[in-house]
């Protein structure tokens, strides 16, 4: 009989070093980490932010001062993939914008006493007032977000509109057709003299 040779079974990097062939795999899709905690939509923690959007607290500040409540990054991201709270979202918002416009009435028709110190040569003093400027500056805040938040409702409108009810007001360069009738009479009146 014919000697025969065993051979062994060699490993895989050793294959690869002799230049074999290896089979192909499919590329993996690459896929980023996650960072951070994951988000749970939550449904009360939804409707809790509606109701306070709906009294015009913004939603910066309702994720910020509520224990448990998610970044207001996250809302966005819910807002993105639920339809239906994004629609409930801005219901809220614009029914906040009503509110934050009856506090500009209320913050105008009821005083706010503060202390105000004086400075004189011979000392300071201290009366209490009306503070008929503090007053003002939260108003014309308030209705300058507003202005910018919902400009059709709140803001100065401003539009130039020409007859029959907002018709479009047509405009013609005449000056050409003008300079060409100029030149037209120079010439009649070079021939006829």
Not at 100 to 117: H, K, P
Not at 122 to 143: A, C, F, N, Q, Y
Not at 157 to 172: F, L, M, P, Q, W
Request: with cysteine.
């Amino acid at each position: 009989m014919p000697e025969t040779k065993k051979t062994a079974k060699k490993p895989i990097g050793a294959a690869k070093a002799q230049g074999a062939v290896a089979p192909k795999k499919s590329p993996e899709p690459k896929t980023k980490p996650k960072i951070g905690r994951p988000s749970n939509y939550d449904p009360e923690i939804a409707r809790i932010i509606c109701e306070q959007l709906s009294e015009g607290i913004p939603l910066r500040q309702i994720c910020r001062e509520n224990q448990g409540f998610p970044a207001w990054r996250t809302v966005y991201d819910w807002m993105g993939r639920d339809l239906a709270l994004s629609a409930s979202i801005a219901r809220a918002r614009d029914i906040g914008y009503d509110a934050l416009a009856e506090e500009c009435l209320q913050i105008a028709d009821n005083m706010e006493f503060g202390q105000v110190q004086t400075m004189t040569d011979k000392g300071s003093s201290t009366t209490v007032e009306d503070m008929l400027g503090h007053r003002k500056l939260r108003i014309e805040t308030r209705l300058k977000l507003l202005a910018k938040f919902h400009p059709t409702k709140y803001g100065d409108r401003v539009a130039i509109e020409g007859v029959d009810g907002g018709a479009a007001i047509k405009t013609e360069d005449t000056t050409a057709h003008k300079f060409l009738e100029i030149i037209r009479n120079m010439e009649m009146t070079k021939r006829a003299g």
